[in-house]
């Protein structure tokens, strides 16, 4: 089986957090190393669409050797995202068996959750394997079968990854995440991910 690409959706605005999410301190990097190298780990390609503040954050992740797309309709919402990612990785990887999608904004989510993942995922089964959160939500982290690229190049707006899990509920297999898929949204919340996440580093 080829490695299935990894799409991370980095493209938001951040307006709760106040600045650039993306470039947020964490650890000795920024947010946006710490996830790429994350998903560089599992030995599958990375993607990442970049939108607001392209400019500033393209430079600090280009050494990565990552494909990177600018989302110029980032504004309109995650689904342009996620349309423009999946219409690249169609022309890039015309032999996949799927798709992860994955967010900026799940920092605590580990190499060996995503490994999970792909473990799980058996090819032209029309599967999806999706993330459950501890309180009982639905979402990404997500691996798509490549039977829904079509309706994932689609979406619109603010339309995300869950308009098409619910869609199709008979073919999701669950994978339980826990506290990991917690979302870091606003600068509390971004301390005390960034607490838990230095305190787990020390052991």
């Known amino acids: 089986m080829d490695k299935i690409p990894i799409l991370?959706?980095?493209?938001?605005?951040s307006t709760r957090m106040g600045q650039p999410k993306q470039l947020l301190p964490w650890g000795n990097q920024?947010?946006?190393?710490?996830?790429i190298q994350t998903l560089q780990k599992t030995g599958n390609p990375v993607n990442v669409v970049l939108g607001s503040n392209?400019?500033?954050?393209?430079?600090?992740?280009q050494k990565y050797g990552v494909d990177i797309f600018i989302?110029?309709?980032?504004?309109?919402?995650?689904?342009?995202?996620i349309s423009l990612?999946?219409?690249?990785?169609?022309?890039?990887?015309?032999?996949?068996?799927?798709v992860l999608i994955t967010l900026l904004d799940q920092p605590m989510v580990t190499t060996f959750y995503l490994e999970k993942m792909f473990y799980a995922y058996q090819p032209d089964s029309k599967q999806i394997i999706s993330s459950r959160s501890a309180s009982g939500w639905k979402g990404v982290p997500v691996l798509f079968d490549k039977c829904y690229f079509k309706e994932?190049?689609?979406?619109?707006?603010?339309?995300?990854?869950?308009?098409i899990i619910k869609r199709h509920e008979e073919n999701v297999i669950l994978l339980d995440g826990g506290d990991l898929l917690e979302d870091m949204d606003t600068p509390l919340v971004y301390q005390q991910l960034l607490s838990k996440f230095i305190n787990q580093s020390e052991f």
């Open 8 to 13: 991370l959706l980095a493209a938001g605005g």
């Open 30 to 35: 920024t947010l946006i190393e710490h996830q």
């Open 54 to 61: 392209s400019d500033l954050i393209f430079p600090v992740i």
């Open 71 to 81: 989302n110029s309709e980032w504004k309109c919402g995650m689904g342009s995202s």
């Open 85 to 98: 990612g999946i219409s690249v990785i169609i022309q890039k990887f015309p032999n996949t068996d799927g």
């Open 152 to 163: 994932l190049s689609e979406l619109k707006n603010e339309e995300g990854a869950k308009k």
